[in-house]
Nanobody, 119 residues
């Protein structure tokens, strides 16, 4: 199983960016999918997550600005980021809790994509 993230880049404060992460490989079912971020020297923190049923969770710092969604047919999770601030600058990692069989499930991580918010 692999997670391939894309969509990071440089954006001005107040701008928008959309991250995508597609899961591929031997997948039985994908439960939770989410996005985390990590700055140098800091712990990785949850940004947003979404269950297979569409239930969402957001970090307080991004509520009202970021929206997480998923396309189950494409095994893909998205993070629409708006009203970006300089403090949103981080490496963003996608995560998915995937069952490869009915009895086996593991957390998988994407490779990380850099988001830089700067004028």
């Amino acid at each position: 199983v692999q997670l391939q993230a894309s969509g990071g880049g440089l954006v001005q404060p107040g701008g928008s960016l959309r991250l995508s992460c597609a899961a591929s490989g031997s997948i039985f079912i994908i439960n939770r999918m989410g996005w985390y971020r990590q700055a140098p020297g800091k712990q990785r923190e949850l940004v947003a997550s979404i269950t297979s049923g569409g239930g969402t969770t957001y970090a307080d710092s991004v509520k009202g600005r970021f929206t997480i969604s998923r396309d189950n047919a494409k095994n893909t999770v998205y993070l629409q980021m708006s009203s970006l601030k300089s403090e949103d600058t981080d490496v963003y990692y996608c995560n998915a809790f995937i069952r490869t069989t009915s009895l086996s499930a593991t957390d998988y991580w994407g490779q990380g994509t850099l988001v830089t918010v700067s004028s």
